[in-house]
């Protein structure tokens, strides 16, 4: 065998698939460890609920979570719906942290206001506004068996016709 067969394409061929078995030997040797997760899921029921005020526009309906409330106003005139809904703790022993946030805000070039008023059931007291023509959170909590109050207030422009969607997230923790 002369030196010029061994510079020619097959020893060149045979290093490369020898090279590629290495690889594929040296990838299938990985040694694979396992954890592994062996849990519960618990169902129960809601520990924040919504109740439905005597002053929540009629029509209004909750399913679970989810409320579905229209509010009618007139343009021009500041009109507030009080008693509306409430935001009620089921759970006697546990205070939960909770966030309101307005999640899709009504437009300010529609509104002169639109504002959530939060107040303590049980005393009347005023907690605080929550202004819905923006992305507003307003953190708070919601004491064992402590009820809050929401009432709506919205003042419509002159200008202002049609419907305006606005979406409030509560979160609890």
Known sequence: ?????????????????????????????????YLYIQGIVTVGSAQIVWVQGSGAPSGTTIAGGLVQMDLSVQAGLNQTYTYCLYLKNTNSTHQFNMNITITTPLSASDFNSANVFVYNNATAGYLHTIDMTGQNTYTTTLAGSGVDRLDFQTYAKTTASGNYNFNLRVTYW
């Open 1 to 33: 065998m002369e030196l010029k067969e061994l510079r020619g394409k097959k020893p060149l061929k045979l290093v490369f698939l020898l090279f590629t078995a290495l690889l594929i030997g040296t990838a299938s040797a990985t040694v694979y460890n």
